[in-house]
């Protein structure tokens, strides 16, 4: 005889499958493009250059983990039954995701090859810090970035995509050596 799950159990199956449906390129640009506008899943594929029954596989998967929710029906151009899908921003506050870096970066090389370089802001900072002070780096970067996650978009303002990576610069170690992040990524998460 099984005994039925725990709550904790449950809560790493629901974490799993929420990384699951987040290990996408495709699927982290589908969230992007949904953030403002409720698109159509023809809409979604025509703005990814996606056939429309591959996008509708993803669109699903999102809808199902609660990272896209359906809103009501409407008429398409011919008359046609469309339901757009608007994001819910559970992604932002996903725990267990912070293994994603690879599917961050590859997310954010295909979105910002679509823009002008003279449109994309960067710099890079080199410094050196005690673990008390990667923390509260961390932290103040997690509350500036929460802040504006739970700000209501501007309705006549022009969307934008902020992405931010730290790490750890092992190049400047002596002996180099692997990076070990943790904390790190605990302070981000709570953000």
Known sequence: MTQPASDDTVDTVD????????ASTLRLRILRLCLDDALTNREIAERLGRNPATVLHHVRTLVDRG?????????GTRGAREVPYRSTGKSWR?????GMSRILIDTFL??????????????????RLDAAGLEEL?????VVLGEFADRPPTADGTP??????????????TPPRSAAMGSMDAALSDG
């Open 15 to 22: 974490v799993d499958a929420d990384a699951r449906a987040l």
């Open 138 to 142: 961390a932290t103040r970067i997690g």
């Open 94 to 98: 996903t725990p267990g995701t912070t």
């Open 110 to 127: 295909e979105e910002v090859a679509l823009v002008d370089p003279q449109d994309v802001v960067t710099t890079r900072l080199g410094v």
């Open 160 to 173: 934008y995509s902020v992405f931010f990576a730290l790490h750890e610069d092992v190049t400047r170690q």
């Open 67 to 75: 990272f896209l929710v359906a809103q009501p029906t409407r008429r």
